[in-house]
């Protein structure tokens, strides 16, 4: 952007690739190291004759302004290997362990222990062996990534390849959260966000809810009171 004013140009921009939904209150900021622009969360308003109804958000998505093309930022799961040995390798050092203590009573069964055609299994045929939950030994599990809670007007700032996060507003049914969480996340590795600072949306004390509600009971009574007294005079008057 310029600095002089009068240089600036507003123009409308076609909305190519995977662009978020409708929403308001996002958050946008410049990833500088790949000249992209980032866009967080943001809320949908449903309004009808009865109630009013948001749909919150926490998706991430980049704008290419060379392209004018939106993209999907999607959080991958972190892989973790699932290791241990195998069944027979196990059954082999319970067999040798029991042999040495064997040794120590001064009875030893010569026979005992693996066969000379007992064969250890190779690495390959191990990853095929299931686990007792029902996992396959030696691949690759997932844990689900970490996520911030959906939200609007968050604060967010892109250094480096890293974004940070820093709370906005979520709402229930009957209440209105201010969030004071922080959430760091690499973009280019994008496999969860770390938490800096969490909120607790249970330990979060509401003020003010009590008393507003006790003041409208307070009104409606009166209201109620005031009507029965002109009811009660109107009465009175005839003969």
């Known amino acids: 952007m310029d600095l002089d004013l009068t240089k600036l140009k507003w123009e409308k921009r076609k909305k190519g690739g995977l662009a978020p939904s409708l929403r ?6 410049y990833w500088s190291a790949k000249g992209l622009g980032v866009l967080f969360g943001g809320v949908l308003d449903h309004e009808n004759d009865e109630d009013l109804s948001s749909v919150f958000y926490n998706d991430l998505y980049t704008y290419n302004p060379s392209t004018s093309k939106w993209s999907l930022l999607t959080i991958n799961a972190k892989k973790k290997k699932a290791g241990g040995a195998s069944k027979k390798r196990r059954a082999k050092q319970a067999v040798e362990s029991g ?7 001064g009875d030893v069964d010569m026979d005992a222990g693996p066969q000379p055609d007992d064969e250890e299994e190779s690495d390959d045929e191990q990853d095929q062996k299931m686990t007792v939950d029902g996992t396959a030994a030696g691949t690759a599990q997932q844990d689900a990534p970490v996520l911030p809670l959906t939200r609007r007007n968050a604060m967010i700032a892109v250094l480096k390849n890293t974004l940070y996060l820093y709370g906005g507003s979520y709402e229930t049914e009957k209440r209105e959260y201010t969030l004071d969480d922080f959430f760091a996340l690499n973009l280019e590795k994008r496999d969860g966000y770390k938490v800096l600072r969490e909120t607790i949306l249970d330990a979060e004390v509401w003020h003010g809810s009590d008393d507003e509600d006790q003041m409208d ?6 209201d109620d009171e005031e009507d029965s007294d002109e009811d009660d005079e109107s009465s009175g008057d005839e003969v």
Do not use: L
């Open 217 to 222: 009971d307070e009104d409606e009574e009166g």
């Open 24 to 29: 308001s209150g996002t958050s946008m900021t």
């Open 99 to 105: 042999a040495d203590a064997m040794a120590v009573d």
